[in-house]
């Protein structure tokens, strides 16, 4: 059974930063794209950013270029959202998901979610 465990939100000045962490287990993610997505209140869940586990290779939302990363550790299968610079509007819910073959932002597996709220 796959599991995916965010951690790591809280409350944060703007300007300040915060890396959450998702826990992923049940199987073996090689192969796979792993994402971060976020819901504001009353409005849609958007993708933030993803990285493909086995290459590497990273995308970004165009809001959060040059402020966010994303990263994956191999050894704690954990992947990670450092995000440095954060503004009022990043305040969200943000979800971790993951998927072979993900389309559309459409992926099979997701977390609970952990709240990140960025005021002063």
């Known amino acids: 059974q796959v599991q995916l465990v965010e951690s790591g939100g809280g409350l944060v000045q703007p300007g300040g930063s915060l890396t959450l962490s998702c826990a992923a287990s049940g199987r073996t993610f090689s192969g796979y794209t792993m994402g971060w997505f976020r819901q504001a209140p009353g409005k849609e869940r958007i993708f933030v950013a993803a990285v493909n586990w086995s290459r590497g290779t990273t995308y970004y939302v165009n809001s959060v270029k040059g402020r966010f990363t994303i990263s994956r550790d191999n050894a704690k299968n954990t992947v990670y959202l450092q995000m440095n610079s954060l503004k009022p509007e990043d305040t969200a819910v943000y979800y971790c998901?993951?998927?072979?073959?993900?389309?559309?932002?459409?992926?099979?597996?997701w977390g609970q979610g952990t709240q990140v709220t960025v005021s002063s």
């Open positions: 998901a993951a998927d072979e073959f993900p389309t559309n932002g459409v992926y099979d597996y």
